[in-house]
């Protein structure tokens, strides 16, 4: 079995994302790593090339600023280097998520499990979300709870926006692909950032999804669905953490908003029958 990964990046240091980290969290088990680096105005091409494996292999690209459509350009990036990758498996990875060393094992046992599975085309992930520090995760159906991030090479996939895979079963109709659960979780270290640099990513992507910059106030979001974070964050990323221990405390007068107050209806729901109403990209088999 060959497992290859693969991430796009561009602007990775100046927007503060631990792309390093996320990298090197899962090159042990991955037999060539495929970065596609989108032309930066920072040094994270130069510090991708710090990385001394053989398995890394990197390509260079431009994004098109005229592609302003429903981020698309993710897409495209996205599938860039996924058509690159030569193993049986491709295991995606964003800059801002990280894996946990204790976890790795489960991870590559989950793809020789499901190799000659044809009924298997993906393999997913919950996710824990951390939000305003480290130490502070969000629980709401606004946010998934799950995805897809590992994909068999031989499935006819593509990536609408980056976020999702579709699977063509004939060159006019995309379906979500087959997945079995990994029983891993994904670290997603997104929202913790500075909020400076989520405003200034928020700058310079937004664009591409033909939106305006509207200033981010982390202080600004539903204190209901903050709960603490009681397990271990990877050893990859200590040095990374936030200093703050409590949870994340937002603005007191802060009124949530119509979508907010729907999640926080559907959650209500959730917990009476049991369910989970969040956005799910795959078809659980």
């Known amino acids: 079995m060959k497992i290859s990964a693969f991430t796009f990046i561009k602007n990775g240091q100046i927007l503060g994302y631990p792309f390093l980290e996320s990298i090197q969290s899962i090159l042990d088990i991955v037999d060539e790593f495929v970065i596609n680096v989108g032309y930066s105005e ?10 001394e494996s053989p ?13 302003q459509n429903k981020g698309y350009v993710y897409g495209q990036q996205k599938m860039i280097a996924q058509f690159n990758c030569t193993g049986d498996w491709s295991f995606y990875i964003e800059g801002d998520e990280i894996y946990h060393e204790n976890d790795l094992k489960q991870i590559r046992k989950s793809m020789e499990m499901h190799l000659h599975d044809p009924n298997v085309e993906a393999l997913i992930f919950d996710f824990y ?6 130490n502070t995760i969000l629980n709401s159906p606004g946010w998934y709870r799950s995805e897809a991030r590992i994909i068999k090479n031989s499935v006819r996939s593509y990536a609408p ?8 079963d004939s060159n006019k109709k995309g379906r979500y692909p087959k997945a079995k ?18 405003n200034l990513k928020s700058k310079k992507v937004q664009k591409y ?38 949870l994340y405390q937002v ?17 209500k729901i959730e917990k009476l029958f049991g369910i989970d109403l969040s956005k799910k990209h795959y078809k659980l088999v």
């Open 181 to 198: 659960h990994t029983g891993v979780c994904c670290y997603h270290y997104g929202w913790a950032r500075s909020q400076n640099q989520m």
């Open 55 to 67: 398995k890394i292999r990197i390509i260079e690209s431009f994004w098109s600023d005229s592609m």
């Open 251 to 267: 603005d007191s007068n802060f009124v949530p908003t119509t979508k907010q107050k729907k999640h926080q209806a559907m959650i």
């Open 129 to 134: 979300h951390f939000y305003g520090n480290t």
């Open 209 to 246: 999804w033909g939106k305006e910059h509207i200033k981010i106030d982390y202080t600004q979001m539903d204190q209901s669905i903050f709960e603490k974070f009681k397990g271990t964050h990877p050893k990859i990323i200590k040095h990374w953490l936030s200093d703050d221990i409590e």
């Open 42 to 51: 920072d040094d994270t091409l130069l510090m991708i090339k710090s990385i």
């Open 161 to 168: 926006d980056g976020l999702f895979w579709l699977v063509l």
